[in-house]
């Protein structure tokens, strides 16, 4: 099994929803991300987890709340968000963190749209 | 900081072509450079990498040389087919965590 997994594929909630989006691995890899994508733009990191544990934080606003219940899930709960947080989120994972040519794996985003 | 400029879209190609996709970074550290592409609806995928300087990454028929010397990590294809319509992002990394950073990507649209 050589893949991410991301539910929901699409997401529509108004700003004062509470949600969440769901991130699952069974590769055994050790580091997750999440990443924003706007139309037409690359790929931004927001969070990286390592071991379970949050490494990175992108300065990333308090609406977005991540969490790593174990080694192969990450979730990512959204509350109040604005309409410009509307983008495709992406999850991606590899073996470590710590090394600097490790491939990243994709999922295939959840696209939300916030009204 | 680090970062990755390439060149913007998008590029349209008859089959067959030569494609060249120009990525040049920073020079801070030691870097690893990659070429992801992304289908329409869907994740990145790691395309080739490279490693160290004059390293040639390679993966169907794509290929990029680590060039130091020129900050440059130019992605070519001798014969693009329909299939290769995607958007290719020219990524790097940092040293310690996996910080990726992605070029703007170049969207190619080849036709028959």
């Known amino acids: 099994d050589t893949e991410v997994t991301q539910t929901p594929k699409h997401l529509v909630m108004g700003m004062t929803n509470k949600k969440s989006l769901k991130c699952e691995q069974h590769?055994?890899?050790?580091?997750m991300y999440w990443y924003k994508q706007k139309a037409k733009k690359p790929p931004e990191l927001m969070f990286v987890?390592?071991?379970?544990?949050?490494?990175i934080n992108e300065s990333v606003p308090s609406r977005f709340s991540p969490e790593c219940p174990n080694s192969s899930l990450l979730n990512l709960h959204l509350h109040a968000l604005q309409p410009e947080d509307s983008a495709l989120y992406l999850c991606?994972?590899?073996?470590?963190?710590?090394?600097?040519?490790?491939?990243?794996?994709f999922g295939s985003g959840t696209q939300l749209s916030v009204l | 900081g680090d970062s990755v400029t390439q060149m913007e879209g998008p590029v349209t190609l008859s089959e067959e072509a030569f494609l060249t996709i120009n990525c040049t970074y920073t020079?801070?550290?030691?870097?690893?450079l990659f070429w992801y592409v992304q289908y329409p609806g869907e994740g990145l995928q790691l395309l080739l990498k490279?490693?160290?300087?004059?390293d040639k990454g390679s993966n169907k028929g794509f290929e990029a040389t680590y060039r130091k010397e020129t900050t440059s990590f130019h992605l070519e294809k001798g014969s693009v087919q329909v299939s290769d319509s995607a958007v290719y992002f020219c990524?790097?990394?940092?040293?310690?965590?996996?910080?990726?950073?992605f070029g703007i990507g170049t969207k190619l649209q080849v036709i028959p």
């Open positions: 991606a994972s590899s073996r470590y963190s710590q090394t600097q040519n490790e491939k990243l794996f």
């Open positions: 590769m055994g890899h050790r580091a």
């Open positions: 987890y390592s071991y379970e544990k949050l490494s």
């Open positions: 020079a801070t550290g030691y870097p690893s």
């Open positions: 490279a490693t160290k300087a004059d």
């Open positions: 990524a790097r990394n940092s040293g310690g965590y996996q910080k990726v950073t």
